[in-house]
């Protein structure tokens, strides 16, 4: 950088004490002094005369000097300058013209005694400047000096000039800052308040820019260096993310004022634009190939930081943040959670030994190796992760399995109990009421198989209807209660024994799978775009034909109700019908007609209880009647 790339000390006024209005012979005297004071040498002393004597050079030399103060004002003014630091001067010169004041402003920038301040009068002055009035001037001083008048083209074009200058000088005392960039982006913030329009701004942001290529270089290379280091994925790989967020950050420190200016004109800043490219490619192969969340989290967070005013990407960015974040969590919730999940999987393959290991010791330590492993390994999850409810879903899982795969609900049941019975209230409260509930289904899928093996041992049925009671729901527990009291009617009759199953036979029915241990019934109903519906009635069962062993009833609406084999077999048959009538319906009369029968359906089949053995046995025989029943659908679309 230059130290003094405009001076006023250095201007050929200032060296021969000469005024605007001086003459060729007056100048000529005034270098005879000037060689008897011996303050410059005759060298420098010939060849100010000579660019004060020509017509061209006069013209850029009468602009850098102090046009339009009197000699009074010049004289005082340059002791001002020697004494005074910039706040003082800037104090005495509010009231100087425009183009005065600039040239000051830019001799203390030149001479190293700037400040934001000084920026911002600079910057100001050439924001009022009036040509005109400069013009005028000039023409009446060379007038009385003889020299020949100028035209406003000329000055426009030299006060082109030395607003260039003027803005090297200050981005140049910009650059000897310890932070150049604060400074500078402190003068754009400014200076865009205030007259975003300025043409001296442009200027300046331009310097200013070109100036910090050599350091803007350096960066972009260092960061090119870490980046190819880290696609490498090695043991450095966080060592080589602090690096790239620190480069940018000193990338950011100077390269913002740009920015902030590039954003304002509606633009976007070019190197930027490349940093964040090369950056976000290694975010991404960071995040999609090597699962590193946490280094392309940290990555991202750095590009938004510094790049903001890059707005075609800031979105982007933020979603990528976004993304990160909640990958970021994930992974840490499945590297916390993968030993539980791992002893989860391992009792899964040894579901038998496991059944048997709850049945005998119950959810402890002491059930084997494979029990032990879940057990210590979910208590660890639960106390230590910030989502304490993923460990209870896991082992859920495990007594899904044992209740869905291997057809167990005891150990399902004795599972849920001990970790209900371990964890008591410490937990969370939806998550454990939960369990509770699934532990009354299980419990109750478990006992039903018992109930049914005792069926005609009236005290071993009540003994097993007691036990059910411990852990039945409200609903459940009235029907229980009502059966416990027709057991002990039967035992007190000593009725005979065919005659106590038949009468416990309709109320034991009610014992229906729920939530995920049973299949649910309700269909969900298909409705058009566009279009009113019409409810439709249920299309009729196949007509009853004597001895058929296929009969359906058509059961009546309602929930809850106890259903004979004909009736179940109607719901499970024309659930069959509206499963093939659903791709058949091309047309809005047709999707009327269709949801008009899920109503039905739902109506009459959504909720029911069914004797012991009936469903199955009606289950089985679908198989044999899937051809019937899409004739049947068939049928029903072709009437509509």
């Known amino acids: 950088m230059q130290p003094k790339i405009f001076s006023l000390d250095d201007n050929p006024f200032h060296m021969l004490k000469a005024s605007y209005r001086s003459s060729v012979t007056e100048i000529s005297h005034l270098i005879e002094d000037a060689e008897l004071d011996g303050i410059y040498p005759e060298e420098d002393l010939q060849k100010a005369r000579q660019a004060l004597v020509t017509p061209r050079s006069r013209l850029m030399l009468e602009l850098t000097w102090l046009p339009e103060l009197s000699q009074l004002q010049t004289t005082k003014l340059s002791e001002l300058l020697r004494k005074a630091d910039p706040t003082v001067i ?8 425009e183009l005065a004041k600039a040239n000051i402003a830019a001799h203390l920038c030149s001479q190293g005694r700037s400040s934001v301040e000084v920026v911002h009068s600079l910057a100001q002055s050439w924001d009022e400047i009036d040509e005109a009035h400069i013009l005028t001037f000039l023409n009446e001083e060379r007038r009385s000096s003889g020299f020949p008048k100028i035209e406003i083209d000329q000055l426009r074009e030299v006060l082109r000039d030395i607003r260039q200058l003027h803005a090297a000088a200050a981005a140049n005392w910009i650059w000897t800052l310890p932070v150049p960039g604060t400074a500078m982006n402190t003068v754009v913030e400014r ?20 100036e910090s290529e050599p350091q803007l270089a350096a960066i972009k290379e260092a960061i090119i ?27 950011d420190v100077i390269n913002q004022p740009v920015q902030i200016y590039a954003q304002f004109r509606g633009q976007e800043e070019g190197r930027s634009k490349q940093i964040y490219e090369i950056i976000r490619k290694l975010c991404l192969k960071l995040a999609n190939d090597h699962d590193r969340y946490d280094e392309a989290l940290k990555l991202s967070t750095a590009l938004l930081k510094t790049f903001p005013e890059l707005e075609s990407v800031a979105e982007s960015l933020k979603d990528d943040v976004t993304a990160l974040e909640s990958l970021v969590r994930q ?26 290991s709850l049945k005998s010791n119950g959810f402890t330590e002491g059930g084997g190796q494979v029990l032990s492993d879940v057990l210590k390994s979910f208590n660890s999850a639960r106390k230590g992760l910030p989502e304490p409810g993923v460990a209870f879903h896991v082992i859920r899982d495990l007594a899904l399995s044992l209740n869905n795969d291997s057809n167990d609900p005891h150990a399902a049941f004795v599972l849920l109990d001990g970790v209900l019975e ?55 527990r009235k029907d229980l209660q009502h059966l416990r009291s027709k057991i002990e009617g039967k035992m007190f009759a000593k009725k005979a ?60 609406v309602g929930s809850g109700l106890s259903l004979t084999r004909n009736q179940v077999r109607y719901c499970l048959y024309q659930g069959a019908r509206l499963d093939y009538v659903r ?50 659908a068939r049928r029903m679309v072709g009437s509509w």
């Open 583 to 632: 791709p058949l319906t091309t047309n809005n009369r047709q999707i009327d007609r269709f949801n008009g029968l899920i109503d039905d359906y739902n109506r009459r089949c959504s909720n029911f209880r069914y004797s012991s053995g009936v469903l199955g046995a009606v289950q089985g025989e679908l198989p044999s009647r899937s051809s019937v029943l899409r004739e049947d």
């Open 497 to 556: 024994k065919f005659t106590i199953f038949a009468g416990i036979a309709g109320v034991i029915g009610f014992f229906v799978l729920a939530d995920e241990f049973n299949k649910p019934t309700t269909r969900t109903t298909y409705r058009p775009p566009t279009g009113n519906q019409t409810a439709t009635a249920p299309a009729p069962a196949p007509a009853p034909i004597a001895s058929n062993p296929y009969q359906e009833d058509i059961p009546p």
């Open 191 to 210: 200076e865009l308040e205030s007259n975003p329009d300025g043409s001296f701004l442009r200027h300046f942001v331009e310097i200013y820019d070109k």
């Open 90 to 97: 800037l104090s005495q010169i509010g009231h100087f013209p």
């Open 331 to 356: 992974k840490k919730l499945a590297d916390q959670l993968a030993p539980l999940v791992e002893a989860c999987e391992r009792a899964k393959k040894n579901a038998t030994s496991i059944s048997k």
């Open 225 to 251: 260096v870490a980046t190819d280091a880290a696609e490498k994925i090695s043991h450095d790989l966080p060592l080589h993310t602090k690096n790239i967020g620190n480069l940018l950050e000193a990338w």
């Open 422 to 476: 371990l964890c008591g209230c410490n937990g969370p409260k939806d998550v454990l009421d939960k369990l509770r509930q699934e532990r009354s289904i299980l419990h109750k899928n478990w006992k039903m198989k018992e109930l049914d093996r005792e069926s005609g041992n009236l005290s071993a049925m009540l003994k097993v209807v007691d036990e059910m009671l411990v852990y039945a729901n409200a609903t459940d």
